[in-house]
C-alpha cells in the first residue's frame, strides 16, 4: 500500500506544481486538490491497518511526503501535518477512534501546544482558547487542540484522573477560523490561527501525549513521536531542495548570463554549485533513510525507541532541513536575478524552505540536544 500511495504522489505531482501560483494565491490548498490527494490515504498514513489506514512504514509515508514536497512545498507540509496529526487514532477509545478515523476519507489537524483553557464538565470539558499554525485546518474532518485543565477560577489544576494537558479533538461547527496566514512562503498551507469559545468535548475524546498509553499498539506508537513530526517537516525541506537543484539545472541549460554567449551551465562555479548542492541533499536524506529505518526494526520487535534514536532521528531530521535550506540558497544565488521574478520556481522555493526551517521541531537550535548527548552533558531527553 506504501508503494501506491507514492506512485500516486508522482502521478498527481507535475498537476499539483503546474497550479503552484494558485496555491499561493488561495492561501490554502484548493479543494480539487485535497480532493484528489485524500483516496490515496496520503492525508492519514499513520492511523493503523485496524481503523483501515495504510499499513506503511515510517519510511515509507516520509518518501510520500518528500514527493509532494518536491512538486509543492505547501502540498507536502499538509499532507505532513495531517499525517502525524493522525496518529492520535491509535490514543483514542474504540468509539471516537472509530469517529474520527474510521473514514478512510478523514483529515485531521491542529496544534498540540496548550494554548487553551479547558474546565471539567459534566460528561467531559468546556474548552476556550486561541491557536496559531493550523496547517490544512480549512479542509479537515476533526480539529484539535492542545489544552491545559483549570478550576472554575481559570488556574491550572489536575484532574481526578490525573488530565493535565491533553490534546482534545473539535466538532468542525465549534471552531472559528480567524486569516492570520499573510507570510512570505508556505503560503498554501492554510496555517491560519482558529479558536473555539467553550466547545463542549465529550468524555475521552481526547489525547494525553506522553502520558497515554496507546489502546491499539502498533510500530508507530513505539516510534518517536516528536521524531516522526520533526521527519515529516524535514521531508517537505527535502523536496524542496530536491526541486530547487532540478529548476536550476534546467535554468542553467537555457540562460545565457547578460554579456554571455554561452549559457549558465558552461560556467565552473555552476558546475561545482549542482554538483556540491546534489551531494549535500543526497546524503542528508540518507542519514534520515538510515536511522529511520534502523528505528522502525526497534518498532516492529515491539521495543519504544530509546534515547540514542530518538537523539538521531532528531538530528538527522534538523540536518536534513537545514541542507535543503542551503542547496536552495545556493540554487537561488546561481540563477542569479532570475530567480527574484514571482514567476520563478526557484524564488518560491526558497521563500518555502526558509519558512519550513522555522518550524520549532527543526530550527537551528535542535542541534544542541542532540549535541549536548554526544558530549555526555545531562540533558532532558522528553524535548527529543
Not at 354 to 363: K, L, P, R, S
Request: hydrophobic share 40%; proline share 5%; aromatic share 8%.
Amino acid at each position: 500500500m506504501g508503494n501506491s500511495i507514492l506512485e500516486e504522489a508522482r502521478r498527481l505531482g507535475p498537476w499539483i506544481a503546474e497550479r503552484g501560483n494558485e496555491i499561493e494565491q488561495a492561501g490554502t490548498l484548493p479543494l480539487d486538490i485535497v480532493d484528489a490527494i485524500r483516496p490515496s490515504q496520503a492525508f492519514r498514513m499513520y492511523v493503523p491497518p485496524s481503523l483501515g489506514g495504510p499499513g506503511i512504514s515510517a519510511w515509507e509515508g516520509l518518501q510520500v511526503i518528500e514527493e509532494y514536497g518536491y512538486h509543492d512545498g505547501s502540498a507536502g507540509w499538509s499532507v505532513a501535518i495531517s499525517s502525524t496529526s493522525s496518529v492520535a487514532a491509535s490514543y483514542l477509545s474504540d468509539e471516537y477512534a472509530q469517529a474520527i478515523f474510521g473514514d478512510p476519507m478523514s483529515i485531521t489537524g491542529g496544534f498540540v501546544g496548550p494554548m487553551g483553557r479547558a474546565r471539567q464538565v459534566d460528561g467531559g470539558l468546556r474548552v476556550t482558547g486561541r491557536w496559531s499554525w493550523g496547517s490544512g485546518t480549512k479542509h479537515c474532518t476533526w480539529i484539535g487542540g492542545g489544552c491545559i485543565i483549570v478550576d472554575q477560577d481559570g488556574n491550572p489544576t489536575v484532574g481526578d484522573d490525573g488530565l493535565m494537558a491533553p490534546y482534545v479533538l473539535f466538532d468542525i461547527e465549534d471552531v472559528q477560523f480567524i486569516d492570520t496566514w499573510d507570510v512570505s512562503g508556505l503560503s498554501g498551507t492554510g496555517s491560519l490561527d482558529y479558536s473555539t469559545d467553550e466547545a463542549f468535548v465529550p468524555q475521552g475524546r481526547w489525547v494525553q501525549f506522553g502520558r497515554d498509553l496507546p489502546k491499539r499498539e502498533n510500530p508507530f506508537t513505539n516510534f518517536s513521536l516528536f521524531g516522526i513530526l520533526a521527519l515529516g517537516i524535514a521531508s517537505t525541506a527535502a523536496g524542496i531542495g530536491r526541486r530547487a537543484i532540478d529548476e536550476l539545472v534546467e535554468l542553467a541549460g537555457a540562460k545565457k548570463p547578460q554579456g554571455s554567449s554561452r549559457p549558465l551551465a558552461d560556467r565552473m562555479t555552476i558546475q561545482h554549485d549542482v554538483g556540491r548542492a546534489e551531494a549535500m541533499m543526497r546524503s542528508a536524506w540518507v542519514f534520515v533513510e538510515d536511522t529511520v529505518e534502523a528505528a522502525w526494526a526497534n518498532a516492529l520487535e515491539g521495543k519504544p525507541a530509546d534515547a540514542e534514536q530518538k537523539r538521531l532521528l532528531r538530528l538527522a531530521a534538523t540536518h536534513a532541513t537545514q541542507t535543503a535550506a542551503e542547496v536552495t540558497q545556493m540554487m537561488y544565488l546561481a540563477a542569479g536575478g532570475a530567480a527574484v521574478y514571482k514567476t520563478s520556481p526557484i524564488q518560491r522555493c526558497f521563500r518555502d524552505v526558509f519558512v519550513a526551517t522555522q518550524h520549532a521541531m527543526i530550527a537551528p537550535r535542535t542541534y544542541e540536544a542532540p549535541g549536548r548527548i554526544k558530549l555526555g552533558l545531562d540533558t532532558d531527553v522528553r524535548q527529543l
